[in-house]
């Protein structure tokens, strides 16, 4: 009898195992051949834009880090009461939490076959953080790609940038490129839109020196890698010429 039970046990042990192998492998089976790649830029460079265009051409979803914290705060979970305030008064929500959202959303098989990460990383740190995570899964950064734009054409374009005036709501317009369906008014909730503080053209100069100061060291750590393609994205270039450039440079290098 004591023998039996020993045997089931080491039956039922295996089978467990087994079945756990089977998971874990089919995990990682998943994530073969993954692409990801990152959209750099200054702010008004047209990430979104190119982002969600890209989406629809590679079918790939986009991992933006502002609306994972967006559906955070309009869900009212803990992380989304913690970073409201934060969100609220312009400030930058820490580091671990941006993380955190990161590391959740990679953990689901949306993103398994790859992402579009629009708006992060920002920073050398992040981009090293990025690295170790997707490695954890076999995976890498494929290509990175920089909008290209003239100081001059991103203020043009940033003055003329409108957002929803509800926040959890935070749809982006543009007057010249994605003008709303009625005049100032959003296409998804009817609320009413307005120019963010920071588009303010006195702001807007801040932005850009912000941006390229913090931006360099990114941008270098790329290059070095070999994974870094600037594509020209100013005024003159229409949205369908950088977006021929951007998969152009991504299958180049595939
Ligand atoms: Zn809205």
Known sequence: MGELLVNLWHEITTFGQEIWLRVAWLFFWKRRGARYIVILGAPGAGKGTISTMLSARMNLPILSTGNLLRREIANGTAIGKQCEELVKSG????????????????????????????????????????????????????????????????????????????????????VNFKPPRAENQCDVCQSELTVRDDDKPEVVKDRLYVFHETSGPLRRYYERNRLLTRVVADNTTGPDDVLRNVLFTIEQFD
């Open 91 to 174: 400030q930058f929500v820490p580091d671990e939490i941006v993380l955190q959202l990161l590391s959740q959303a990679l953990d689901k098989p949306e993103y398994f076959q790859g992402a579009i990460f629009d708006g992060y990383p920002r920073t050398l740190s992040q981009a090293e953080t990025l690295r170790k995570m997707l490695a954890w899964w076999g995976n890498k950064v494929n290509r990175v790609v920089l909008l290209d734009v003239e100081e001059k054409d991103l203020v043009e374009r940033l003055s003329l940038r409108r957002i929803c005036s509800n926040k959890s709501c935070g749809q982006t317009f543009h």
